[in-house]
T-cell receptor
Framework: GAVVSQHPSRVICKSGTSVKIECRSL??????MFWYRQFPKQSLMLMAT?????????EQGVEKDKFLINHASLTLSTLTVTSAHPEDSSFYIC???????????FGDGTRLSIL | SQQGEEDPQALSIQEGENATMNCSYK?????LQWYRQNSGRGLVHLIL?????REKHSGRLRVTLDTSKKSSSLLITASRAADTASYFC???????????FGAGTTVTVRA
């Protein structure tokens, strides 16, 4: 089956640090990837849609300058949390879409803790 | 944004019993998907059911879709301890590929 690799799985860093999270589709080309945020015991909230070769589309209320997304190739999207603060601590999950009317394939998530 | 609601929020059953959870949504959909999430992990796709389908099976899983009531159900038969997880429904709109997730049902299967 399709595999999406997300790295790192856990990050602990000081306030003010920028953190980059990578999402790779290992066995298919993904023109579209998605980034989600999940708070404890809650559902996934879509942050942005990452499109290969073009700018990401952000959901309402998500700061694009805070959460930088780059989709440089058909197999890699990155999310950079810039100047992270404790309120950015969360579980971030990416997914990749193989094609229309197909399920999304999810990475294992990144637990981000800002001290 | 979330458009789905799921019930129950939590379910605790004995191994071997069946587990049923329901999902309701508000707008038109292209398809509806069910995912499982183990604690601290990503989501695993279970079943995708298209808007013109009414029922789908995969192993011990059975999904129904009633577009007139804008609702879906997931049945897990003969549950096992390994089925302990959170289960989410997600709807895909006709216009784009984005998913809207329900609040999820936490299922605990007691051995």
């Amino acid at each position: 089956g399709a595999v999406v690799s997300q790295h790192p799985s856990r990050v602990i860093c000081k306030s003010g640090t920028s953190v980059k999270i990578e999402c790779r589709s290992l066995d298919f080309q993904a023109t579209t990837m998605f980034w989600y945020r999940q708070f404890p015991k809650q559902s996934l909230m879509l942050m942005a849609t990452s499109n290969e070769g073009s700018k990401a589309t952000y959901e309402q209320g998500v700061e694009k300058d805070k959460f930088l997304i780059n989709h440089a190739s058909l197999t890699l999207s990155t999310l950079t949390v810039t100047s992270a603060h404790p309120e950015d601590s969360s579980f971030y999950i990416c997914s990749a879409l193989r094609g229309p009317n197909q399920p999304q394939h999810f990475g294992d998530g990144t637990r981000l803790s800002i001290l | 944004s979330q458009q789905g609601e799921e019930d129950p929020q939590a379910l605790s059953i004995q191994e071997g019993e069946n587990a049923t959870m329901n999902c309701s949504y508000k707008t038109s959909i292209n398809n509806l998907q069910w995912y499982r999430q183990n604690s601290g992990r990503g989501l695993v796709h279970l079943i995708l059911i298209r808007s013109n389908e009414r029922e789908k099976h995969s192993g011990r899983l059975r999904v129904t879709l009633d577009t007139s009531k804008k609702s879906s159900s997931l049945l897990i038969t003969a549950s096992r301890a390994a089925d302990t997880a959170s289960y989410f429904c997600a709807t895909a709109s006709p216009n784009d590929y984005k998913l809207s997730f329900g609040a999820g049902t936490t299922v605990t299967v007691r051995a």
